[in-house]
């Protein structure tokens, strides 16, 4: 069985290296999965759009659940390499679940478990990278966002790869792929991630964020949860909005995702260094103004040059939102960086619960593109906490 290797002392370009590759396979895995379940739930499994809604949400709260009680064991643990060792093996598992299963219970209750625990491995390597940036001395914002970059990166080809492999040679092999990404990238973890000791901390201050911040961490938390609330319902329903309502090829919805993705990189590149100039806070309010106007040209324009343009807003919407969000969290949280980046996470996976029962309902009884008027309201909503979430760093 593979184990850990001992505490070695490895050079920084190769670390470097191995988390830039752990973030890319893991951001592979997860383009593969996410913009076509929708899909794979309408056409493999053949249930209601209600049903692909409840989907999400169950996928959701086990997610959630499961990866927070990681979380705070991680933050004790003297190394995290195992726990995502544990991850990556777990969530292989659950990508074979989804390969050779077409039961809906069977992959609700033993599928989604899984890869609840094995998506653990993405925010568990931002905590390791965030460790070592702090103990080496990094540039732990542009560190960051780097490696958030990678997830982009492999958003770029991920979607659309994805969405050719299950159109062309079926869903079986999609997940496979999957599965092997995640086993790559448990391997490197154990070989190249270095072991970083946990600083000394007082034990009733470990796993409990300081008290004159907890306010701005459930107020930002709210915001971030609002913001994912959108993309959830967004990337829940375009395909099957794109496919219905606007009668285009379902290769267009993976392609959306894959120039969305794309931009995001200069995007994200450039919120990081501008970072040392305007506060997370304005960075942030920007992205939320962006996201305004991507769902109001969705309203708007239904050619596929002018989905294709419009992501340039979706990029700075989301890109803004997952680099820099993270790292206020860890901010704002200082000395937990393995519960503040799951916090993170879990403001995201926490989202699929509301976006996929209110996508659901909303194509079943209405339009797929109902979803888009109520992301105006949850963006209102999230600029209303941000206003009251202090401004650190």
Request: proline share 4%; glycine share 8%; charged share 10%.
């Amino acid at each position: 069985m593979l184990t850990p290797t001992t505490h070695i002392e490895k050079p920084a370009n190769l670390v470097a290296f191995a988390f830039l590759l752990i973030a890319f396979l893991t951001g592979i895995a997860s383009s593969f999965q996410l913009p076509t379940l929708s899909l794979f739930l309408s056409q493999e499994i053949q249930v209601s759009p209600a049903m692909v809604g409840y989907f999400y949400a169950i996928n959701a709260i086990i997610g959630i659940g499961l990866s927070q009680i990681l979380a705070k064991y991680s933050d004790k643990m003297d190394d995290r390499r195992k726990v995502m060792l544990f991850c990556c093996t777990l969530a292989i598992g659950g990508c074979l679940v989804f390969a050779f299963s077409r039961d809906y219970l069977w992959l609700v209750l033993f599928g989604t478990t899984l890869l609840g625990l094995g998506s653990s491995a993405n925010p568990q390597s931002f905590a390791l990278a965030r460790e070592y940036a702090d103990s080496t001395g990094k540039e732990t914002v542009m560190f960051s966002t780097i490696m958030r970059t990678q997830i982009s990166l492999a958003w770029i080809v991920g979607p659309p790869l994805s969405f050719s492999i299950a159109l062309n040679w079926g869903f079986d092999w999609m997940y496979s792929i999957a599965a092997l990404a995640f086993l790559f990238c448990g391997i490197i973890a154990i070989t190249l991630l270095p072991k970083v000791p946990h600083k000394k901390t007082e034990q009733n201050t470990l796993l409990q964020a300081p008290v004159n911040n907890r306010k701005s961490v459930i107020y930002l938390f709210v915001t971030v949860f609002m913001i994912f609330n959108c993309n959830g319902m967004y990337l829940i329903n375009m395909p099957l909005y794109v496919i219905n309502e606007l009668h285009l090829s379902a290769e267009l919805a993976g392609t959306l995702m894959g120039t969305a993705a794309g931009l995001e990189i200069p995007i994200m590149l450039l919120g990081g260094y501008l970072t040392k100039y305007f506060s997370k806070k304005a960075l942030i309010f920007t992205a939320l103004g962006a996201g305004l106007l991507f769902y109001l040209g969705l309203l708007l324009f239904q050619n596929t040059w002018q989905l294709v343009l419009l992501q340039f807003f979706n990029a700075i919407f989301i890109g803004i939102i997952a680099t820099l969000g993270m790292v206020y969290f860890q901010d704002l949280m200082p000395r937990q960086a393995g519960a503040a980046t799951t916090l993170f996470s879990n403001a995201a996976k926490l989202s699929w619960v509301v976006a996929g029962p209110i996508a659901g309902w909303l194509a079943q009884f209405w339009h797929y593109s109902t979803v888009f008027y109520v992301s105006f309201l949850m963006i209102a909503i999230g600029a209303v906490c941000l206003i009251k979430v202090k401004t650190v760093g």
